[in-house]
């Protein structure tokens, strides 16, 4: 609530600043529970900009869930941009929670949101400006406890100094949990003792207790899934209702570490899904929504999911909009209910060139499949296409990169036998990162030079193609990311230095700066490059194996050679493969067909 207290206090500041609605709450769909009568409080920090974090669909989830509670109450902050910052230190103020505007210290729990390995030095900052110690030996018992969950928990290694507890695995039960025994043993324990007792709850890992820990796993229901949220008072990243059809992916790409972290499959039924859609979008008022998956046209219901909402905002002017589709599942009919009168641009996602690397990663995908699902996009008015790829992949050759340009090459050839124009060609060039819990996970990463010799190859090649645009994404950011998500504890050190010497924000490019990350190397003696280029061998102890996602370290290795032999494993939705979730977990897949 934007109260007269809070204008006083820092009235001034938001005055002086670029968006300050970034910083003021009371957004439509927000909660704004009474501070004063809720026993549990929890806040939600995410360590990116506003506009980046509203959208963000774990943030609902967690948001929604916690505030249904009546005796509990979730609050949320955001990184604060540069200008805030520079603005609140030069006045003496702390960072305050967008709908209570109490200050951090005065919350139970505070829950970062580590989406991405590059906001880890932003955590810090944020801890900073909460007066918050920043290492988590620093606190004692006035503080909050420091908690985080989110995709990078997957490896808390390289946090471990700063967080108190990591939440592995799905956060709908867990975190209320948390906080529930939290408040049932507050002001009776010492800190260390609450985080000991913690560290009980499944799915919960403490570094203090060190002890090994397995994912936590949500069932999917209509009472765990969101149908209103906070709309941002300018626009944000992704304006649109977000339903989520299915969690986990079987396809099983051996690179992929959403697919690997998140199995079971479980999807939602289409029932639910339509009526979750129409609320979501009657709620808050979006004209767009968005259906939520690691490959939404997986889902067993997918096309009578469409239609029926298709049919039901018929005229309305609210559009679905659907991830990229796989080329092996494609569907012009999905396609043109997805793209409405757009009809824009469409995205395939082959991942390598030739079909010896596509076995290696597991695809799944064959030219012919990818070729068919272009031609008949292009037949249907689609003139702009958009291809995904991944470079640097274990056991690549030069050849598998030819490959790239001659499958473009083949499109154009289909579209000349076709009679059709030739399309708008853009391919999105990522460097492959290897990641913790996948078949991949032992792998070395390209060094920087490697991949700028395969990235001028490939320039070279596509100078041969007039209707192609080539966009690679930054080697160096990437080996960054792999730098981190696979790091050991020692790699903490290497981020507090990077939080002293006022590192910030780093996923946004402007912020990055690579001669820092060199100064440091220097400093703590570390090599990024030795690290990241390094396989890890088959028979050591993982840094990462302290957080066990239930799929058998033997499964992952045997994927990793028959990668080496270019031998495919069929979709967990076709047939099960005995990974080992299943059975760990004792859980199991749940398909909507
Ligand atoms: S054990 Fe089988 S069914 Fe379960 S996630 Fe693994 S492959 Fe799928």
Redesign the pocket.
């Known amino acids: 609530m934007i109260d007269d207290n809070f204008l006083n206090e820092y009235g001034d500041i938001l005055y002086q600043i670029e968006r300050p609605s970034r910083y003021i709450g009371d957004e439509f769909g927000s909660y704004d529970k009474d501070f004063n009568l809720a026993k549990g409080k929890f806040l939600f920090a995410f360590p990116d900009k506003y506009e980046i974090g509203i959208s963000n669909f774990g943030h609902k989830i967690i948001y929604d869930l916690i505030n249904k509670k009546e005796n509990l109450l979730c609050d949320r902050i955001y990184a604060p941009d540069k200008d805030f910052i520079e603005l609140l230190e030069k006045n003496n103020k702390t960072l305050y929670a967008l709908e209570s505007k109490r200050k951090p210290m005065e919350f139970d729990i505070i829950g970062f949101a580590l989406q991405y390995e590059m906001c880890y030095s932003t955590v810090l900052k944020m801890l900073e400006l909460s007066n918050i110690p920043v290492l988590s030996k620093d606190r004692n018992d006035a503080h909050p406890i420091i908690l985080a969950g989110g995709p990078c928990t997957s490896n808390p290694n390289p946090m471990s100094k700063f967080i108190d507890i990591f939440i592995i695995g799905d956060g709908e039960d867990v975190n209320i949990e948390v906080l529930e025994k939290y408040i049932s043993l507050k002001n009776k324990l010492s800190r260390k003792e609450i985080i000991e007792e913690l560290a009980k709850i499944e799915g919960v890992y403490a570094p203090l207790v060190h002890k090994k820990t397995k994912k936590r796993i949500a069932q999917l229901s209509k009472e765990n899934h969101p149908i209103n949220s906070p709309i941002p008072h300018f626009t944000s990243v992704h304006d649109r209702a977000i339903v989520e059809l299915r969690r ?1 992916c ?1 396809r ?1 790409c051996r690179f992929c570490q959403a697919s690997h972290i998140n ?3 479980r999807e939602r039924k289409k029932e639910d899904i339509v009526e979750l859609t129409k609320k979501y979008v009657k709620n808050t008022g979006y004209d767009e929504y968005s259906l939520l998956s690691l490959s939404s046209n997986d889902h067993g219901q997918i096309e009578e999911i469409l239609s029926d909402l298709n049919c039901y905002y018929k005229g309305s002017g609210i559009n679905v909009s659907l991830p990229s589709q796989r080329a092996d599942r494609f569907s012009l009919e999905l396609a043109n209910l997805a793209a409405g009168e757009k009809k824009a641009s469409v995205t395939i996602a082959p991942e390598a060139g030739t079909q010896r690397m596509r076995d290696i990663i597991n695809k799944n995908l064959s030219q012919e499949q990818i070729i068919n699902a272009t031609i008949s996009c292009i037949k249907n008015g689609w003139n702009k296409i958009k291809y995904y790829f991944v470079i640097g992949l274990p056991f690549e050759q030069y050849s598998d990169l030819d490959g790239i340009v001659d499958l473009i090459e083949e499109v154009n050839l289909a579209c000349r036998k076709n009679g059709l124009k030739y399309p708008q060609i853009t391919c999105s060039i990522s460097v492959f990162v290897p990641k913790p819990h996948t078949p991949f996970q032992w792998a070395r990463q390209n060094t920087i030079e490697e991949i700028n010799n395969k990235i001028n190859y490939l320039r070279d090649l596509k100078n041969k193609l007039k209707n192609v645009r080539f966009n690679f994404h930054n080697p160096k950011m990437s080996q960054l990311e792999a730098f981190f998500s696979r790091g050991d504890e020692k790699i903490a050190d290497f981020i507090y230095e990077l939080y002293k010497n006022n590192a910030y924000l780093e996923s946004w490019d402007e912020n990055l700066d690579f001669d820092l990350y060199k100064k440091i190397e220097e400093k703590l003696n570390i090599s990024i490059e030795d690290l990241t280029s390094k396989e890890f061998s088959k028979d050591e102890i993982l840094p990462w194996e302290i957080v066990d996602y239930g ?1 058998d370290k033997t499964w992952l290795l045997g994927e990793y050679k028959k990668a080496q032999n270019a031998i495919s494993t069929i979709p ?1 939705e076709v047939r ?8 760990n977990l004792k ?3 749940v398909l909507a067909k």
Request: glycine share 16%; net charge positive.
């Open positions: 986990g079987g099983l199995l079971p499959i799929v967990c099960c493969n005995d990974c080992g979730v299943c059975k859980t199991k897949k």
